[in-house]
Nanobody, 131 residues
């Protein structure tokens, strides 16, 4: 059974840091790219980052570049999203998802298309940044 399980969310003050984890099971980790998305209350889900597990190249949403870092531990089948210099506007439920490597990394475009391309999603983890 394919599973993606996120953890590491929580409450942090502005300027603080969190590290989210996405642990994968039930499939070959290296054959997929892992994306992170977030959804704030009343807003559309948006792509945050995507990493290729074959060459470790990462795409980031412009607003998180320089603050967020995505990296994978292939021995643990786990991807991490390190979030530094957090801002209140980063508050959201964060989801990880997998996309077949044939589609490439995608974090921009119509969300309905992205949700269809990323075929398995985790349950989400809440990140709250207080001002």
């Amino acid at each position: 059974e394919v599973q993606l399980v996120e953890s590491g969310g929580g409450l942090v003050q502005a300027g603080g840091s969190l590290r989210l984890s996405c642990t994968a099971s039930g499939f070959s980790f290296d054959d997929y790219y892992i994306g992170w998305f977030r959804q704030a209350p009343g807003k559309e889900r948006e792509g945050v980052s995507c990493i290729s597990n074959s060459n470790n190249r990462v795409q980031y949403k412009d607003s998180v570049k320089g603050r967020f870092t995505s990296f994978s531990d292939h021995a643990r089948n786990t991807n991490y999203l390190r979030m530094d210099s957090l801002k209140p506007e980063d508050t959201a439920v964060y989801y990880c998802a997998r996309i077949p490597s044939a589609f490439g990394c995608r974090i921009e475009g119509p969300i309905k298309v992205l949700i269809a391309l990323y075929d398995y999603w985790g349950q989400g983890t809440q990140v709250t940044v207080s001002s």
